[in-house]
């Protein structure tokens, strides 16, 4: 089955960290980059992170840069994001993503974190 399983949100304080994972199934993980996306009510899903499938390239937005690192384990078909210093603008539910190509592109069911003041 072609799927992606996000699992690791939460509720945290303001400073504290989570850690995201998503487990992929059903295609050759190692060949594709992978992302994480978020969105809150009312505004447009946004890129936060993505892991090239070398794992070696990752990019950014800039108000998590410095803050999450993304990785990923192609031998276990994981991705994760570790998120540090975590503020209150970044509640949103989180997806984990991949374009497969030929218009499939695979989202998660997403997982909810929420940043306390």
């Known amino acids: 089955q072609v799927q992606l399983v996000e699992s690791g949100g939460g509720l945290v304080q303001a400073g504290g960290s989570l850690r995201l994972s998503c487990a992929a199934s059903g295609f050759g993980f190692a060949a594709y980059h992978m992302n994480w996306y978020r969105q809150t009510p009312g505004k447009e899903r946004e890129l936060v992170a993505r892991?090239?499938?070398?794992?070696?390239?990752?990019i950014y937005i800039a108000s998590v840069r410095g803050r999450f690192d993304i990785s990923r384990d192609n031998s276990k078909k994981m991705v994760y994001l570790q998120m540090d210093s975590l503020k209150p603008e970044d509640t949103a539910v989180y997806y984990c993503?991949?374009?497969?190509?030929?218009?499939?592109?695979?989202w998660g069911q997403g997982t909810q974190v929420t940043v306390s003041s």
């Open positions: 892991v090239f499938s070398t794992g070696g390239k990752r």
């Open positions: 993503n991949v374009d497969l190509g030929g218009g499939r592109d695979l």
